[in-house]
């Protein structure tokens, strides 16, 4: 293998694949990247055996060929290599890299010991923008449960529809729902459970003015533009029915402006117990009163004015999962529905007039007030 690269596509190359090396592992082959060089250019892949990554980079090939590399070594080394062309070549299973004055020899592994990435025909997939699949996963990620105990709620789910994408996901005590149009796909329905590592790395890799086309194999999915593909295995199981969870029949709603409300919450909050966080939310006709009282450390009381015309009600919630999903939501302004201290609440974006909003909901679970 001998080809020529600029530092800047070397660097980028590295640091793209690099995120999928894991930090610790048996196989030594995993803190490796295999580096695959034909006449179109070069391929990088990295791999956890759970989350793949393959990027194509430009470079100039002499002489094609692969082999697997130290990824960190190779990271940090180019980082401080000088804005100059490097030489790359490979001697039996030794990889060189030169550099202006700078020479590099680092001891690698055949390519043949490197995990193969999953085969995945995107021919009867579904094609996104990549706005939309971005967001998609921006809006919904942050909500899914670390608990082992549920192995499906630690992931996303994912229904494609012919015409439509959604993506869910929850650690039961919150919800973030989004949907999104999407363009026909050959298979037209669809329920998957991504791990969000993947998802993390196609937010991190993919723009917003790509088109990304997704396929399954069997238990796998991958994601592909021009010059990008991502690799999950999914995670088997059913996910529970959520649609059930959404409370359909809350009566009583709150208009509030966003960075009103989340100033409020972050200031009572500072007074809340470290293990619940529990902030009390008292509604009336057009304002909403804020209560922390915890014994051990003291009180705060805080108040906003918002659009409310219903029956005055208390509710208690865990500040943070509110300021997370206030975080997402986006607009300027929100609505809250609620029906009963004990029922789930909803907040959902409110655009302006003539503006049109995200199909967005997030679905927060109160926590019981003790007087």
């Not at 082959?29 to 956890?48: H, K, Q, Y």
């Not at 509710?315 to 999962?321: D, L, T, V």
């Amino acid at each position: 293998m001998n080809f020529q690269i600029t530092r800047q596509n070397l660097v980028q190359g590295l640091a793209s694949v690099s995120a999928s090396i894991p930090s610790k592992t048996t196989l030594p082959v995993l803190s490796n990247i295999l580096f695959e060089a034909a006449p179109d250019g070069v391929r990088m892949s990295a791999t956890d055996l759970d989350v793949g990554v393959r990027v194509q980079v430009p470079a100039n090939v002499s002489e094609g060929g692969s082999l697997t590399a130290p990824g960190k070594k190779l990271q940090e080394i180019a980082k401080e290599l000088p804005d100059q062309p490097v030489q790359i070549t490979t001697r039996g299973d030794q990889i060189e890299l030169v550099c202006g004055r700078s020479r590099f020899k680092l001891n690698g592994l055949p390519a043949d010991d490197f995990p193969a990435l999953p085969s995945v025909s995107f021919d009867g997939g579904w094609v996104a923008e990549g706005a939309n699949l971005l967001s998609l996963i921006q809006h919904t990620s942050f909500a899914v449960s670390t608990e082992e105990s549920r192995p499906v709620l630690n992931g996303v789910l994912w229904e494609l529809r012919d015409g439509e994408m959604r993506m869910v996901a929850t650690n039961g005590h919150r919800l973030a729902r989004m949907r999104i149009p999407a363009g026909p796909s050959v298979e037209t329905t669809a329920q998957l459970i991504v791990p969000p590592a993947a998802l993390d790395q196609v937010r991190r890799l993919f723009k917003g003015d790509e088109t990304i086309r997704v396929g399954r194999e069997a238990n796998h999915l991958g994601f592909r533009s021009e010059s990008i593909e991502v690799y999950t295995r999914l995670i088997e199981g059913t996910y529970p029915n959520y649609e059930q969870v959404i409370p359909k029949d809350n009566d009583k709603h709150a208009i509030m402006e966003r960075k009103s409300l989340e100033s409020a919450i972050r200031r009572v909050a500072a007074v809340a117990s470290d293990q619940t966080h529990r902030i009390r939310m008292e509604f009336s006709e057009n304002r909403v009163v804020f209560n922390v009282l915890t014994p051990d450390l003291g009180e705060a009381h805080d108040e906003i004015e918002i659009g409310y015309e219903y029956d005055p009600i208390a509710i208690g919630f865990n500040a943070n999962y509110l300021l997370e999903v206030l975080r997402y939501v986006g607009s300027d302004e929100v609505k809250m529905s609620f029906k009963a201290p004990e029922r789930a609440a909803t907040v959902e974006p409110v655009g302006a007039e003539g503006e049109t909003v995200d199909d967005y909901l997030c679905l927060v679970m109160p926590l019981r007030l003790v007087d």
